[in-house]
């Protein structure tokens, strides 16, 4: 079983054509539609749905109420270790590019989670850069058990791994896996992954399906927005979410849709990806996936994620740093730049002010 064979099935799709020949009818059924196959989810993803937004905005923010209510979901990341041994062009932390490597002692984790966790949040997400000799699994599964005293959910953003790798921190109490496939169209993810263990397009696509089958409780999916077109990179990023759902029911699956942002090494996105590219691609996927989680991070600007807030999104990040230790040393290189900067307090002003509530924890294993 792989997710890769529902990739095959669109290997010479043409989605210009298939563009083309949508219709404002169309469009209009699919929005009165109760349930959405993946053809009218890609319809909605065309350039003819963008006239039809405020409708799929309408629709979206009752779903996402009816499904979640009105409630934002906050947590924030932690990087652990940013040595790399990959050559991702569009990345601050690939091997090429100079900055001070380094990753946190066991006093140093624990550091930096008193600082997270004084703000009340209870969900954490740890992130290392690709390299098994300087962050192994065992370093991460230490670093996870220092965390569960100070954080009821430990999610992580690291290397793709073996399933019963995945299954031994899943037992340390990690129990939610992101991974970005980065880009889902395979001759650009060769053309992106130059060198390094990240050029194994398989083994990066399936990692989410392994973390499912060794009992991970959440998975969430995406494509960098920027690397390849984006309504293609979209649609395959709800096949997946859909494939995830579908074949692992006790899952919680969702989705990011992260833009580039700038970073050491300057690579320049290849597609513009607009706000209201954006807004368009986490509409229809609302539609289609109505109980499918939407993650926004800092990566968007404040205003932006503020509206967001009423049309789709589940969960966001808050105090938000992309450096190692940052929050305790202020002289670390970051991934990329942040663009909200706001903090934990600041976020849930801004949501109690739209009438939501910021929820820092809704989960506890025992």
């Known amino acids: 079983m792989s997710f890769y064979g529902e990739l095959q099935r669109y290997e010479n799709f043409d989605f210009e054509l298939f563009f083309k020949q949508v219709t404002d009818a169309g469009i209009k059924r699919i929005i009165a539609q109760h349930r959405l196959n993946e053809r009218d989810y890609l319809a909605l993803l065309s350039p003819r749905a963008e006239n039809f937004l405020e409708e799929m905005a309408q629709k979206a923010h009752r779903l996402t109420v009816q499904h979640f209510g009105r409630v934002i979901f906050l947590f924030t990341p932690m990087y652990l270790a940013n040595y790399c041994v990959n050559q991702c062009v569009y990345c601050g932390f690939q091997v090429h590019n100079r900055l001070e490597r380094k990753k946190l002692s066991p006093a140093e984790v624990e550091k930096e989670a008193k600082i997270i966790a004084a703000t009340g949040l209870k969900h954490i997400l740890i992130l290392t850069g690709e390299s098994r000799q300087e962050s192994p699994v065992s370093y991460i599964r230490d670093c996870v058990e220092v965390l569960k005293k100070y954080f009821?959910?430990?999610?992580?953003?690291?290397?793709?791994?073996?399933?019963?790798?995945?299954?031994?921190?899943?037992?340390?109490?990690?129990?939610?896996?992101?991974?970005?496939?980065?880009?889902?169209?395979?001759?650009?993810?060769?053309?992106?992954?130059?060198?390094?263990?990240?050029?194994?397009?398989?083994?990066?696509?399936?990692?989410?399906?392994?973390?499912?089958?060794?009992?991970?409780?959440?998975?969430?999916?995406?494509?960098?927005?920027?690397?390849?077109?984006?309504?293609?990179?979209?649609?395959?990023?709800?096949?997946?979410?859909?494939?995830?759902?579908?074949?692992?029911?006790?899952?919680?699956?969702?989705?990011?849709?992260?833009?580039?942002?700038?970073?050491?090494?300057?690579?320049?996105p290849r597609v513009e990806v607009s706000d209201q590219n954006l807004v368009q691609y986490?509409?229809?996927?609302?539609?289609?996936?109505?109980?499918?989680?939407?993650?926004?991070?800092?990566?968007?600007?404040?205003?932006?994620?503020?509206?967001?807030?009423?049309?789709?999104?589940?969960?966001?990040?808050?105090?938000?740093?992309?450096?190692?230790?940052?929050?305790?040393?202020?002289?670390?290189?970051?991934?990329?730049?942040?663009?909200?900067?706001?903090?934990?307090?600041?976020?849930?002003?801004?949501?109690?002010?739209?009438?939501?509530?910021?929820?820092?924890?809704?989960?506890?294993?025992?």
């Open 152 to 268: 009821t959910s430990v999610s992580i953003e690291i290397y793709p791994l073996e399933e019963d790798e995945y299954a031994e921190l899943i037992a340390a109490g990690v129990d939610g896996l992101t991974m970005y496939q980065e880009v889902y169209n395979e001759e650009v993810y060769a053309e992106l992954h130059p060198g390094g263990p990240k050029r194994n397009y398989r083994f990066r696509l399936d990692a989410p399906e392994r973390a499912c089958r060794a009992g991970v409780r959440t998975v969430n999916v995406g494509a960098l927005l920027g690397l390849h077109d984006w309504r293609s990179e979209a649609f395959f990023t709800g096949l997946h979410a859909d494939y995830l759902q579908k074949n692992f029911t006790d899952v919680e699956v969702s989705i990011s849709p992260p833009r580039m942002r700038p970073h050491l090494g300057g690579f320049q």
């Open 282 to 366: 986490l509409l229809a996927f609302r539609l289609f996936m109505p109980r499918g989680g939407i993650t926004v991070s800092t990566r968007e600007r404040a205003e932006l994620r503020d509206h967001l807030v009423r049309l789709g999104a589940t969960k966001m990040s808050a105090g938000s740093c992309t450096a190692v230790g940052g929050r305790s040393d202020q002289e670390s290189t970051g991934q990329f730049e942040i663009s909200d900067e706001r903090n934990v307090v600041e976020m849930a002003d801004m949501l109690y002010s739209v009438g939501y509530q910021p929820v820092y924890k809704d989960w506890q294993s025992f």
